[in-house]
């Protein structure tokens, strides 16, 4: 999919309102939230904010019931299931809180996945210089994972750290416009925690992509670019 020329702020929300059905119960509204290209931005969300309504609406899995969600200057609700689908493969890279690897395949083969469905983020990465399976062993690499013998071993037999850091190079491969990690480190201690993040960080400034980063840990906060509370811009639980 070809983005407009514009492509500042990559998500926007204007007046967003949100039920899971169309009787149901408001469970987003959202005046104003914008999140700018490059921008790393922490989003605290505690258990029944809205968390999961707000993140499933950014990437176009579900659609605003009312006013204005975009990504990339695509208005979400305005494309079909499809195009949303093509659209967030394109351009969204997402650490999922449970991982989601493939247990059977390696760890490198997981990450390549972020570019098998995708023809823009395999251009991305030739545009680099590289193969999209030398980019997956780099990024492995870069994220604590060089070793051969882990980038063949299949993902089930991995330790939960392990695994994370696959989904983050899966999530970072073909340089994505927007990386979301939810809960990303909710199974670390802290110093793994402040490892990871580093990483992570340090991936997104590489590669230009902005960071959206849901966490309940505050502690991380002060990394950001800025900090948001999901239950201040959320004035259904606020």
Request: include cysteine; proline fraction near 4%; charged fraction near 20%.
């Amino acid at each position: 999919m070809t983005l407009p020329q514009a492509v500042a702020p990559v998500f926007s929300a204007r007046g967003l309102r949100f039920r899971w059905q169309p009787t149901g119960p408001l469970v987003l509204d959202v005046p104003k939230f914008d999140l700018a290209a490059g921008e790393r931005v922490f989003l605290a969300g505690p258990s029944g904010s809205g968390k999961t309504s707000f993140l499933s609406v950014l990437s176009g899995i579900a659609t605003a019931s009312e006013g204005s969600a975009s990504l990339l200057g695509h208005e979400l609700a305005a494309l079909r299931s499809s195009a949303r689908d093509r659209l967030r493969a394109d351009h969204l890279g997402i650490i999922f809180q449970l991982f989601n690897l493939v247990p059977y395949l390696s760890a490198l083969e997981n990450v390549m996945l972020g570019c098998q469905f995708s023809a823009a983020r395999r251009r991305a990465v030739r545009a680099g210089g590289e193969g999209v399976a030398q980019a997956a062993r780099r990024l492995l690499g870069e994220l604590g994972l060089g070793d051969a013998t882990l980038a063949r071993r299949a993902a089930a037999q991995l330790s939960v750290g392990q695994q994370q850091r696959v989904a983050a190079a899966r999530a970072l491969i073909g340089s994505p416009a927007l990386v979301v990690a939810d809960e990303p480190t909710s199974a670390f201690d802290s110093a793994l925690r402040d490892e990871f993040l580093t990483l992570l960080l340090a991936q997104c400034a590489h590669t230009g992509s902005a960071l959206l980063l849901v966490s309940h840990d505050r502690a991380m906060a002060s990394r950001f670019d800025r900090s948001v509370e999901l239950t201040g811009i959320n004035q259904v639980v606020a």
